[in-house]
């Protein structure tokens, strides 16, 4: 993390949630290991977002990572080497819902692009809320795929809500930059297709002067690790936290983002990415609940 520490939380009035590209098992997977797992003691997040994390019959990589603290689910499309999509809950998960996004895009992605929408049942005052954790396409020319992807992951949210007040939680690596027609999207600065949403940007809310990036050559996994041909990245911020509008604004006050394992320890990176994790709290600055 930079800058301060993230502040620690009742657990009722407010949820942590945090999101990593976990980059499977590739690179020294023992090494990172070892950074990852403290640094998720430390932080105590109570909902998770990981991509590119593995599960197989012989090894639940997530559940390595966060201990039985958490009810863990799993998205059923996956790599050969069992890479995917996972959430982790420190509440009872009520619901899942998967989808498989590389069937609504025009040109195959090549990998297990998904969404997967858990509903859980939070302590009062926050109640029930919907967690996404959403993973489009990352080729730097998907953008319409994405923007596929992105209408078919947020349509099936609006439809699971309806016209009842629940909050709603998106987190992952939407592989695509702030200005991007993507998050504009999310973000309501754009419609896409015959929708319109509005999410507020955990970081952007929180930093709006800084960029934030979370894939970086700062990062020698980004550029030379096991991951590929990244070699003149310069950096984006391409991994996110968005809290869901209604007309007035979030259901949820972001308190607090921060970036999540952006530094080394001991010259070792945790991931190709950096993290993202955010604080939400049911309560104004002000102390009044949220509208």
């Given at each position: 993390?930079?800058?301060?520490?993230?502040?620690?939380?009742?657990?009722?009035?407010?949820?942590?949630?945090?999101?990593?590209?976990?980059?499977?098992?590739?690179?020294?997977?023992?090494?990172?290991?070892?950074?990852?797992?403290?640094?998720?003691?430390?932080?105590?997040?109570?909902?998770?977002?990981?991509?590119?994390?593995?599960?197989?019959?012989?090894?639940?990589?997530?559940?390595?990572?966060?201990?039985?603290?958490?009810?863990?689910?799993?998205?059923?499309?996956?790599?050969?080497?069992?890479?995917?999509?996972?959430?982790?809950?420190?509440?009872?998960?009520?619901?899942?819902?998967?989808?498989?996004?590389?069937?609504?895009?025009?040109?195959?992605?090549?990998?297990?692009?998904?969404?997967?929408?858990?509903?859980?049942?939070?302590?009062?005052?926050?109640?029930?809320?919907?967690?996404?954790?959403?993973?489009?396409d990352w080729q730097l020319t998907h953008e319409y795929e994405?923007?596929?992807?992105?209408?078919?992951?947020?349509?099936?949210?609006?439809?699971?809500?309806?016209?009842?007040?629940?909050?709603?939680?998106?987190?992952?690596?939407?592989?695509?930059?702030?200005?991007?027609?993507?998050?504009?999207?999310?973000?309501?600065?754009?419609?896409?297709?015959?929708?319109?949403?509005?999410?507020?940007?955990?970081?952007?809310?929180?930093?709006?002067?800084?960029?934030?990036?979370?894939?970086?050559?700062?990062?020698?996994?980004?550029?030379?690790?096991?991951?590929?041909?990244?070699?003149?990245?310069?950096?984006?911020?391409?991994?996110?936290?968005?809290?869901?509008?209604?007309?007035?604004?979030?259901?949820?006050?972001?308190?607090?983002?921060?970036?999540?394992?952006?530094?080394?320890?001991?010259?070792?990176?945790?991931?190709?990415?950096?993290?993202?994790?955010?604080?939400?709290?049911?309560?104004?600055?002000?102390?009044?609940?949220?509208?």
């Amino acid at each position: 993390m930079n800058k301060t520490e993230l502040t620690q939380h009742s657990g009722c009035n407010e949820v942590r949630v945090a999101t990593l590209n976990v980059f499977g098992a590739l690179d020294d997977w023992p090494a990172r290991r070892e950074v990852m797992v403290p640094g998720f003691e430390a932080l105590r997040p109570d909902l998770v977002a990981l991509q590119e994390v593995v599960a197989t019959p012989d090894y639940n990589q997530a559940y390595d990572l966060l201990g039985d603290d958490y009810h863990i689910v799993h998205h059923s499309e996956r790599e050969s080497d069992g890479r995917g999509i996972s959430i982790a809950s420190r509440w009872p998960i009520t619901d899942v819902h998967e989808l498989a996004l590389k069937d609504v895009a025009s040109r195959p992605a090549g990998f297990a692009c998904s969404s997967m929408i858990v509903e859980v049942q939070t302590p009062a005052p926050i109640g029930r809320l919907l967690f996404a954790n959403h993973l489009p396409d990352w080729q730097l020319t998907h953008e319409y795929e994405r923007e596929q992807q992105t209408i078919t992951a947020a349509r099936f949210i609006e439809n699971l809500v309806g016209d009842e007040r629940v909050h709603v939680a998106v987190a992952g690596d939407l592989n695509a930059t702030p200005d991007a027609a993507t998050i504009r999207f999310w973000t309501g600065k754009q419609s896409l297709g015959d929708l319109s949403v509005c999410y507020r940007d955990a970081w952007a809310s929180t930093y709006p002067d800084e960029p934030g990036h979370t894939f970086t050559p700062d990062n020698y996994l980004t550029t030379t690790g096991d991951g590929g041909d990244w070699a003149l990245e310069l950096g984006r911020r391409i991994d996110y936290i968005l809290v869901r509008c209604t007309d007035h604004g979030p259901t949820l006050d972001i308190t607090d983002c921060q970036r999540l394992f952006d530094q080394t320890v001991d010259g070792v990176w945790a991931s190709d990415h950096f993290g993202v994790t955010a604080d939400l709290s049911a309560t104004t600055p002000s102390g009044r609940s949220v509208p």
